[in-house]
């Protein structure tokens, strides 16, 4: 089994993440969630595999979620799935599925716990911070 990515290329984390699966030798299988959209029962089964709520799966920054409503406590799961489902931008990326679990992988090293190995060179995060030294 490979590894999928859930990926946004205008989003530097998602895109930092594609770089280190890429980097660990994997040559993962990119979904550009934008373009194809979301189903339900994707989305379910992604954030239960990832133990994540549809509530802690929402993108609430650079996204519509606050003029949609949807960051009150008193929206349901199934108005914030229905809205994903209509704006697929409102799940936070990218989500990342390996044999070896699915995971948010905000911030970028979430990713390192899902790969089967490390890449070979110190890589940094989005702002320049290093991310991965190699080993010596």
């Not at 040559?27 to 959209?37: D, F, S």
Request: aromatic letters at 2%; proline letters at 10%.
């Amino acid at each position: 089994m490979s590894i999928v990515i859930h990926h946004n290329p205008d989003c530097g984390t998602s895109r930092n993440v594609l770089a280190i699966i890429e980097a660990s030798g994997e040559t993962p299988i990119v979904i550009e969630y934008l373009k194809t959209g979301w189903t339900r029962p994707q989305l379910l089964a992604l954030f239960a595999a990832a133990d994540l709520t549809p509530r802690e799966a929402l993108r609430t920054s650079k996204s519509p979620a606050e003029e949609l409503g949807l960051l009150a406590p008193s929206v349901s799961d199934d108005t914030l799935l229905d809205a994903m489902l209509e704006h697929p931008v409102l799940v936070n990326r990218p989500i990342v599925c390996s044999p070896k679990g699915v995971r948010l992988c905000r911030p970028s090293e979430a990713v390192l716990d899902l790969l089967n190995q490390l890449p070979p060179d110190t890589m940094t995060k989005e702002d320049g911070t290093p991310l991965i030294f190699p080993k010596s």
